[in-house]
Every structure is written in C-alpha cells, then in structure tokens.
C-alpha cells in the first residue's frame, strides 16, 4: 500500500535536499531562476524499502521573494490538500520562525497526519533549535541532516508507522459487517432464568431460521425484533433440550455458553439478582471476554429483590466492576424475564455495547491523548531503564484493539498498561468492552547505525 508525501516549510529549510535524497535522482534542481512556472510534480521515492510518491513544491525555493509569497502559498496548500500524510519542515539551526508558524498553521487545519522534521540538526549547531520544535504542537518529530544523510532512521519509522496504520486501517473497513446482522447470546448459569428470558423476548413471533451455512446444527438463530431493528438471538440445542438432558450440570452449561459466544456478537449475562456473581458467573464472563465479545449483565429476577432497590443497584454495580475488571464500566441492567419487566433497557444495552465494540478512534485524537496521559503520570523505569511508549493506533474494532510503540513490550509494567487502559475507557466512551492491547517494539533498519 502506497501513500502520498508533501514536503512542506519555508524556502530554504532544505525541501529540496530532501526530495532529491528520496527520490534518488536531482530531479528538483531547478534550471531557471524563475522557478514559478513550473507546476508541482509527482515523484516515486523509497527510504530503505518503503515506497511511495513525493509531491514536489521545491521549485519555488529560487523564485524571488515577493512573486514567492502568494503563489507558494497556493502550492502548499494543494499539495497539501493532495497528500496523504505531510512532512512539515523547519531548520533547526534557526529555531521556529514566524513563517514556520505560518506554515504549521495550513498544516494543522487540514487535519492530516504531520511528521515535524527539523533539518539541518547535524552537529552542536543544532541543540538551541531542537526544543523549539515542541512549541509547534506536533507530537511526530524527526530531526534529520538531509544534506548528510543523518536521521533517516527516525524519518523511517515515522512513515512506517503512518504506513501500517493506514494499512490497518483498511482492513477494518473491509471486515466490518451490517448492523442488520446483530446476534445477541444469552448465557448464565442454570436458573437464572435464561428461558424464560428467551420465551419473553420472542414472544409470539418466534421464528425459526438456520442452521445457516457456516452454523453447525448446534447452534440455530431465532430473528425477533427490537424497536424495528431486526436483531438474532442464539439458540443452543443444548438449550432448547435442556429439560430432557441433565443439563444443570455445569460442565454442560459451560459447554453450551461456549458454543453461544462464539455465534454471538453482544453476550448477555444473565444474573440472577437475589444470588449474584458466583464463581460460575466469573467464569463465563472470563470466556466472552476470551473470545472478545461485546458484553452486558442481566440482573434477572429483580422482582424477587427485598433490598432498597436503588441502593441495591448501586452495591451491584460496584461490585461487578471489581469483580470483573476486564469489562470496566460494563452495563448491569435490573429485568424480570418472568413478568417481561425491563427488557427495553436490555436491549438498548446490547445495542449501545455493540456500538461500542464497534468504536473506532482516530488516530490523531489518540495521540493526543496519549500524550497527555504521559505527561499526567510519566511512564516509570523499568530495571534501569526509562519506559518509552511513543505512538498508538487503533488496528482494530470488534473489539477495539490497539497498538503501541514502546521500547519495551515483554517488560512493559501491568500497572502502566492498566493506567492507559482505563485511560481509554474513560477518555474515548470504551466501557465495558473488552479492550485489546498489542505492544511493538519498534522494528527500525536504520537502529544500528543510530549514534547514541
Ligand atoms: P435457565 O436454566 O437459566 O434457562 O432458567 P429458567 O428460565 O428455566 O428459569 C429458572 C426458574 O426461575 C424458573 O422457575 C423461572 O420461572 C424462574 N424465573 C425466571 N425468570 C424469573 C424472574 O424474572 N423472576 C422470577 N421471580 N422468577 C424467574
């Protein structure tokens, strides 16, 4: 997968240095002084592998200073609106300039990925400039000396990093399925309540459909509907026949749970409200959080609770979310199966955990946020060394799944990681779905040859 590149700053920062280094050739020199006429051009350009195409605007560096103004301008700003991802330079050597500013502000407005290069940083002369760069609000920095070839590793692993993302990010695309076809599974332990649950929601129209194909004879899907959303409930045969077999044993039970997860896209668990969270409960829940479903509680039986039911609620809540932390904030919705009380706000619940499971943040947004969590509570030493986590991306949905550039992966300290998770939660409206996290130890070509 290929992307475009636009190398954007003022004249003289080296754009042009630059290009021609990637593009390999002394395609940007410019023969004629007026250099204005000439029109942005596009050019194949590789950096130890990775491929993809440079926009050129680098002509303009000749043209004299008055006629450069306005129609440098209108270049940027269509190369900008042409690229995929921007490379914003400035030269260290003099610090942020007023025009630097001027050109990080058309950057930021139009919202694309930006790598901050600082040029020119090869030897001491640099230092006084390189700090500078941080007042620009970009949280991507590479600081390079296109002229002698130094940082290339950091530009790389830049581009690589927008490179997989942008990758990742179409696949999601392509994997993600119609709402239409929303599977809601309902497990719990044996009298919870479970059929009588199924039997309120299916009521009269209980319709049988499957096995589908894909489905084995295990498992069929009712259709029912939920204000107008046409939605599947799971249907195990070890359900349906459950009177005939011994299926209280809850060997069978856990089997049958299974088998609903994995056909499922929402998991309802069914509590029963006067004896809530045994050890059987913590366990199915641990399966659906396994297999990455999309999870909400049904506090059955409500209609049987003595306590002040408000007070009750709460103590449940709070519970629920010690006991099962992988599903933090997860929805715990108070329902009678028996007298079809509450099953509106069951359904609205799986509803909203689908659409959260569903959730998708964008990658700038995290980066931002990111960068907060970090400078709110800085990631710790680990034996002598200081943590790093650079960037993060979201490679996936359903459930969500992120990445993270670190320094270390297999050392990454639990409580770190649980900070950032419940971070995420809060910062991005991810509760109460299982969250999956994949730490890279950045993987550089040029790490070799970095001086340290
Ligand atoms: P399953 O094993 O989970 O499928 O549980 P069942 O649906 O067979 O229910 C077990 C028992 O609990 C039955 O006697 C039901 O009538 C009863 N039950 C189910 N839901 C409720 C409810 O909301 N309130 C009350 N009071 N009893 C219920």
Not at 37 to 53: C, I, K, M, Q, V
Not at 70 to 83: D, H, L, Y
Request: hydrophobic share 40%.
């Amino acid at each position: 997968m290929s992307f475009t590149l636009a190398i954007i700053g003022r004249p003289n920062v080296g754009k042009s240095t630059l290009f021609n280094r990637l593009v390999g050739k002394k395609l940007a020199i410019v023969d004629d002084a007026a250099g204005t006429t000439r029109d942005r051009r596009y050019a194949p350009a590789s950096l130890a592998g990775l491929e993809f195409t440079i926009i050129d605007t680098a002509g303009l560096e000749q043209a004299p200073a008055d006629a450069l103004e306005s129609r440098m301008m209108e270049q940027t700003k269509s190369a900008i609106t042409e690229a995929d991802v921007i490379l914003l330079m400035v030269d260290v050597r003099d610090g942020v300039t007023a025009a630097d500013e001027v050109f990080a502000r058309m950057v930021r407005a139009s919202n694309k990925p930006v790598i901050l290069v600082g040029n020119k940083a090869e030897g001491k002369a640099a230092a006084a400039g390189i700090s500078d760069l941080y007042s620009l609000g970009f949280n991507k920095i590479a600081l390079i000396s296109a002229e002698h070839g130094e940082g290339m590793g950091e530009l790389y692993e830049a581009l690589e990093e927008y490179r997989e993302e942008k990758d990742e990010w179409e696949e999601v695309e392509e994997s993600t399925e119609e709402y239409e076809h929303l599977s809601i599974a309902i497990i719990g332990r044996p009298n919870a309540g479970k059929s009588t649950l199924i039997n309120a929601l299916l009521g009269d129209d209980r319709l049988l459909v499957g096995p589908e194909a894909g489905i084995t004879r295990d498992s069929i899907s009712v259709e029912f509907s939920h204000k107008g959303r046409s939605l599947k409930l799971v249907d195990t045969a070890g359900m349906r026949k459950r009177s005939n077999i011994q299926h209280k044993l809850e060997k069978l039970a856990v089997a049958d749970s299974v088998r609903a997860i994995k056909y499922a896209q929402v998991v309802v668990v069914l509590l029963d409200a006067t004896a809530p969270l045994e050890k059987q409960d913590a366990v199915i829940a641990s399966l659906v959080e396994r297999e990455g479903r999309a999870c909400i509680i049904g506090l059955n039986k409500w209609d049987l609770v003595k306590a002040k039911k408000k007070e009750y609620l709460e103590e449940l809540r709070y519970m629920l979310d010690k006991q099962l932390p992988q599903f933090h904030g997860i929805e715990a919705v108070p329902c009678s199966a028996l007298n079809r009380q509450g099953l509106d706000a069951l359904m609205d619940a799986c509803m909203n955990a689908y659409d959260i499971w569903n959730k998708r943040v964008p990658t700038a947004e995290l980066n931002r946020w990111l960068e907060m969590s970090l400078q709110h509570h800085s990631p710790p030493m680990v034996r002598g060394r200081r943590l790093k986590v650079k960037y993060m991306t979201q490679i996936k949905s359903r459930p969500p799944a992120f990445q993270l550039s670190t320094n270390m992966a297999k050392e990454f300290p639990d409580a770190y990681l649980r900070y950032l998770v419940n971070g995420l939660r809060e910062s991005f409206g991810l509760k109460g779905t299982p969250i999956r996290m994949n730490l890279k130890v950045s993987n550089n070509p040029f790490a070799k040859n970095k001086k340290k």
